[in-house]
């Protein structure tokens, strides 16, 4: 399989299995969520595990990423590789999980008590915004995946 194809499905599978974990955390215990929404924080702890499980997802695919391409292209590269797995994450979350689902669908399970009072969660420019951080945290995810990358090869 060529290695920028196998890059685009480890990316793809990063994607989806992040966005299964959001979903579900969502429907499961939606109130963990308010923060991100801009209201009170509720449910810290939930909200936390979520948070190093989404880390933990994206340092798989990023280094996923970063092994397949180091063998062809070299460690630089590979950084790249794992950085643009963030960052393509960062755009599916905005475009899938935010523009789609939260502001287009609108499913029922996706409420708040306080969403009501926040409309402006409801217009894609708030999303947009919560989803730039993602071009920065590839940064450091990249630069890691890229050293472990160097220490196991």
């Known amino acids: 399989m060529d290695t920028l194809l196998l890059v685009a499905v ?3 599978i990063t994607c989806v299995a992040v966005s299964v974990l ?11 969520w308010a ?35 180091n063998d062809e292209f070299g460690l630089f590269w590979a950084a790249v590789a794992a950085w643009a797995v963030t960052v393509v994450f960062g755009l599916w979350d ?9 502001i287009g669908l609108r499913p029922s399970w996706f409420y ?3 969403m009501e009072n926040s ?9 947009a ?8 945290l590839g940064i450091p995810i990249g630069a890691i ?6 220490l196991v090869t």
Do not use: N
Request: glycine residues 8%; negative net charge; without cysteine.
């Open 145 to 150: 995946a890229a050293g472990v990358v160097a």
């Open 129 to 136: 915004k919560e989803s730039i951080p993602a071009f920065f």
């Open 35 to 69: 923060a991100d929404l801009g209201l009170p924080r509720q449910e810290p702890v939930a909200g936390f595990a979520v948070l190093i499980a989404t880390l933990a997802f994206l340092f798989g695919g990023a280094i996923a990423a970063a092994l397949v391409v």
């Open 94 to 102: 905005f475009l899938i999980i935010d523009w789609l689902i939260f």
């Open 119 to 127: 409309p402006q969660i409801y217009t894609w420019q708030h999303h």
């Open 10 to 12: 480890i990316t793809l």
């Open 112 to 114: 708040i008590e306080g």
């Open 22 to 32: 959001i979903l579900v955390s969502w429907w499961w215990r939606p109130a963990m």
